[in-house]
């Protein structure tokens, strides 16, 4: 193996480049200018990490000598590493040229029979790029195969790509997205390729103003999807997925009912759902933190007890799913998840659902909303909620860690690293609160709010507060846990209370509790 320290340019047709190892180029590592038969094979790629970016370890920029139409005809590259430093972060691994101008006039590329397998690329920018715009070249019989993209950037970014290209049987993992692809012509195919951990897109096709899109006849076929954010996807709503759906492998499937793209998480669903949408969730359990801040209905196919939505505690979201706008509904009769909630640090509160802000016509439906050690449900504290129906649901889980509330009343409630109980349900204001026409049916409450410190004494906080002007209450069952002062039910307010029909079960309330 040679070792270059620096470029290498190609100008001559029949070249063959075997076992190198190319390091610390700053432009390009091979500035490839020949036209025909060029192979580069069983080569190291790699530049210094010091954050100076170079254009890509392979540049392919044919010599142009005259205005018109120029073919690249047969390049190979096989079998070689890319490892471009994470702070070089604008490198790209091999980069195809669009177009120049010679004489003041452009000319147009054609690459024809590029053959790139075998390869691992780790590169923060992007692995294989074709620059735009693409009204000056085409991409013919491209064969990207067997190649092993990981711990990088964008994988494929490639556009204007004929029928007889083919993306097959490469890994795509940990990834920020795996391929941004156009082809021109039907009948391209991608195929058994392996996507997991992308956070972005796996397949995203993109839209090109320069020539008609055919990207809904690419076959795409074989391939598995696994923890990825948006499985197969199109700003322009180019493919239909419903042959996808069944001819390829998905670990979990997400849907917004004004598109037909396949997405991997919810949030990412919702941020490509329009107002008005339905987002449907598959069965499965997806640990995210979720923000609906459009009006939308978000269900789950078949109810929670298949379907869970898991908080993940690494971020700063104040709970698993956070409503920030009106008219959302979460859950449905049957349709519901069941959402595990985030737990705070005790100066900071946390929730399973948290509604962030003022809002009108709220409905929670169906749901199984388990609190993790801090609240289930909670609005925010003096920003009027109106017209939400909470219905049917199960308020499960604990309020606070452990087996052992923390405290001895509530003045350590907001210490850091506190475990004083919080509240099952909250909507808060006090007795002037602005919430108004809350209606809480047919829920059951079965989550713990109390019980006996470490010093053997009774701790605990309220089941439900429903601070508002107008309330119903109805058809519920209050089987929580809970001791010392706290009660089953608090209702506070200016204006009319309805309190009816309701079932309470003592059996695991301490001796000073109320019910109401």
Do not use: C
Request: proline share 2%; net charge negative; charged share 15%.
């Amino acid at each position: 193996e040679s070792v270059i320290d620096g470029n290498m340019t190609i100008t001559s047709d029949n070249v063959t480049v075997d076992g190198i190892e190319l390091t610390n180029f700053r432009y390009n590592g091979i500035f490839m200018q020949a036209l025909n038969n060029v192979t580069i094979t069983n080569s190291l790629f790699t530049s210094p990490d010091t954050g100076t970016s170079a254009a890509g370890a392979i540049i392919i920029q044919p010599v142009i000598d005259q205005a018109g139409t120029v073919t690249v005809d047969g390049v190979n590259i096989t079998n070689n590493k890319f490892d471009i430093p994470a702070a070089n972060s604008s490198t790209t691994g091999i980069r195809f040229t669009m177009h120049k101008t010679y004489g003041g006039n452009d000319y147009f590329i054609n690459y024809d029979n590029v053959n790139i397998a075998d390869n691992e690329f780790v590169t923060p920018y992007r692995s294989i790029w074709s620059a735009t715009p693409t009204a000056y070249f085409h991409i013919n019989n491209l064969d990207i195969t067997a190649n092993n993209f990981h711990d990088s950037g964008t994988a494929l970014n490639l556009g204007n790509m004929d029928a007889t290209s083919s993306i097959t049987g490469n890994n795509f993992e940990n990834l920020s997205s795996a391929m941004v692809v156009h082809f021109r012509e039907v009948g391209a195919q991608i195929s058994g390729n392996q996507f997991n951990n992308v956070s972005g897109s796996g397949i995203y096709f993109f839209d090109d103003t320069w020539f008609p899109t055919t990207s809904e006849g690419a076959s795409v076929t074989g391939n598995t999807f696994t923890n990825v954010g948006r499985h197969i996807y199109s700003a322009s709503d180019l493919v239909d997925t419903t042959a996808m759906i069944a001819e390829n492998g998905f670990d979990k499937m997400v849907f917004a009912s004004s598109s037909d793209n396949i997405f991997g998480t919810i949030q990412s669903a919702v941020d490509g759902a329009t107002a008005g949408d339905t987002v449907t969730v598959s069965d499965g359990t997806y640990v995210e933190n979720v923000t609906i801040d459009k009006a939308l209905s978000l269900v789950s196919e078949n109810g929670y007890t298949t379907t869970t939505i898991q908080g993940d505690g690494a971020g700063s979201e104040l709970a698993t799913i956070v409503i920030g706008a009106d008219d959302v509904q979460l859950g449905d009769l049957g349709k519901g998840f069941t959402i595990i909630g985030l737990n705070g640090n005790g100066a900071v509160e946390k929730a399973a659902v948290y509604l962030d802000g003022a809002m009108d016509n709220i409905n929670i439906i169906g749901n199984d909303i388990v609190a993790n050690g801090d609240y289930g449900l909670l609005s925010l504290y003096g920003a009027a909620v109106t017209n939400t129906t909470i219905d049917s649901n199960i308020f499960s889980g604990k309020t606070f860690e452990g087996e052992n509330p923390g405290g001895a009343g509530f003045s350590e409630q907001f210490n850091v690293g506190n475990n004083v109980p919080r509240q099952l349900v909250a909507f808060n204001g006090g007795a002037g609160s602005s919430n108004d026409n809350i209606v809480f049916t047919s829920n059951q409450i079965t989550g713990v709010a109390g019980g006996l410190n470490d010093s053997n004494a009774e701790q605990g906080n309220t089941l439900v507060t429903i601070d508002a002007i107008n309330s119903t209450v109805t058809g519920n069952t209050f089987a929580g846990t809970t001791a010392r002062y706290g009660a089953a039910l608090r209702v506070r307010g200016a204006g009319d209370a309805t309190i009816t029909g309701n079932t309470f079960d003592s059996s695991n309330m301490g001796v000073n509790n109320a019910q109401i």
